[in-house]
C-alpha cells in the first residue's frame, strides 16, 4: 500500500470529477435543512450549524477514507465501477467475505434511507408550483389527496 501512495500520490485524472460528485452526494440532506432546524427544539442556530457541520464532515471524511482505501489497495489501475465489485468473493475467507456482504447492505441501506429525504424535499417543491401549501392538507378530508399525489409520483 504504501508503494501505491508513494509513487501515485500527485497522479490526477479526469476522474477526479466523478469522485467529487459522489462524495458531494453524500449531502443530499440539503433540501431538507430548513425542515430539520424548524423541527429543532432548541432554534439555537449556532448548535443547528454545529450538527450541520459534523454531520457533514462525517459523511465527505466517511466517502474520502472509503476511497482512499479501495485507491491504496487496487492502485491507480483500478477498472471503473464499485470498488466493492473488484473484489473475488471465492478467495476471500469467511471473515473477509462477511465483512464485504456487510458493507453491502449498509450501501443498500443508505440508499434506502436517501430515497426518502429527496422525495419528501421534490414533493413538497412541486406543491408548491402547483400554488399548494402543506397546511391545505391538514384537515382530514384532504388525506386521501395527499396521499393520492404521493402515490401518483413514487
Given at each position: 500500500?504504501?508503494?501505491?501512495?508513494?509513487?501515485?500520490?500527485?497522479?490526477?485524472?479526469?476522474?477526479?470529477?466523478?469522485?467529487?460528485?459522489?462524495?458531494?452526494?453524500?449531502?443530499?440532506?440539503?433540501?431538507?435543512?430548513?425542515?430539520?432546524?424548524?423541527?429543532?427544539?432548541?432554534?439555537?442556530?449556532?448548535?443547528?450549524?454545529?450538527?450541520?457541520?459534523?454531520?457533514?464532515?462525517?459523511?465527505?471524511?466517511?466517502?474520502c477514507g472509503f476511497g482512499f482505501a479501495g485507491f491504496l489497495r487496487f492502485g491507480k489501475d483500478m477498472?471503473?465501477?464499485?470498488?466493492?465489485?473488484?473484489?473475488?468473493?471465492?478467495?476471500?475467507?469467511?471473515?473477509?467475505?462477511?465483512?464485504?456482504?456487510?458493507?453491502?447492505?449498509a450501501m443498500s441501506i443508505s440508499l434506502m434511507m436517501t430515497m426518502p429525504l429527496l422525495f419528501s424535499?421534490?414533493?413538497?417543491?412541486?406543491?408548491?408550483?402547483?400554488?399548494?401549501?402543506?397546511?391545505?392538507?391538514?384537515?382530514?378530508d384532504k388525506h386521501a389527496i395527499y396521499i393520492g399525489f404521493t402515490s401518483a409520483l413514487l
Amino acid at each position: 500500500a504504501w508503494e501505491v501512495l508513494v509513487s501515485s500520490f500527485w497522479y490526477l485524472s479526469g476522474g477526479i470529477v466523478q469522485t467529487v460528485a459522489v462524495t458531494v452526494s453524500s449531502l443530499m440532506c440539503h433540501y431538507n435543512i430548513p425542515k430539520f432546524f424548524a423541527e429543532l427544539k432548541s432554534q439555537d442556530t449556532e448548535e443547528f450549524s454545529t450538527i450541520i457541520f459534523t454531520s457533514g464532515a462525517f459523511g465527505i471524511f466517511t466517502y474520502c477514507g472509503f476511497g482512499f482505501a479501495g485507491f491504496l489497495r487496487f492502485g491507480k489501475d483500478m477498472p471503473a465501477g464499485n470498488v466493492l465489485g473488484h473484489y473475488d468473493l471465492n478467495s476471500m475467507g469467511q471473515v473477509e467475505t462477511a465483512s464485504l456482504l456487510l458493507t453491502y447492505f449498509a450501501m443498500s441501506i443508505s440508499l434506502m434511507m436517501t430515497m426518502p429525504l429527496l422525495f419528501s424535499a421534490f414533493r413538497v417543491s412541486l406543491l408548491q408550483i402547483l400554488g399548494l401549501d402543506m397546511s391545505y392538507f391538514a384537515s382530514e378530508d384532504k388525506h386521501a389527496i395527499y396521499i393520492g399525489f404521493t402515490s401518483a409520483l413514487l
